[in-house]
């Protein structure tokens, strides 16, 4: 997680549409499923899925 700002600077994030974190939180999820285990997907995916909550809130 701690990569995050050195890969995604500037919050760029922002810039991404609610569906774009939704798909990349499922991706996680199935990648944690699959028990794929070199990043923490988990955390990964709720990050992604409260990106997403922030978004729809600011609008």
Avoid: C, F
């Amino acid at each position: 997680m701690r990569d995050g700002v050195a890969k995604h600077p500037d919050n760029e994030w922002v810039q991404r549409s609610v569906e774009y974190h939704i798909g990349r939180a499922e991706e996680h999820l199935l990648l944690l499923r699959d028990g794929e285990q070199l990043e923490d997907h988990l955390a990964h995916a709720a990050t992604r899925l409260l990106m997403a909550l922030t978004l729809r809130e600011i609008g």
